[in-house]
């Protein structure tokens, strides 16, 4: 069972998402998980997807965004 203590990471490969990805951001930040890290993997994104990952990356500090080239069908995996 988890307590307080652990650290729940949520790791997301983000490719051409747009809306979709911003749906799932809003759900991951009202969880109440005090102890929750989202770790967002851009994968050579070409629509907005990466102007909302900054948007998140910036305005909650347990959000990280980091960048990689396109990996095609693996992405962040």
Not at 18 to 34: A, K, P, V
Not at 52 to 73: C, T
């Amino acid at each position: 069972m988890m307590n307080s203590t652990n650290k729940l990471s949520v790791i997301i490969p983000l490719y051409n998402a747009g809306d979709d990805f911003r749906t799932c951001m809003e759900s991951l930040i009202t969880q109440t998980w005090t102890a929750l890290e989202i770790i967002i993997i851009n994968d050579g994104s070409t629509d907005n997807s990466v102007e909302i990952a900054k948007y998140y990356a910036e305005n909650y500090p347990h959000v990280r965004l980091l960048h990689q080239a396109n990996a095609g069908r693996i992405g962040g995996a």
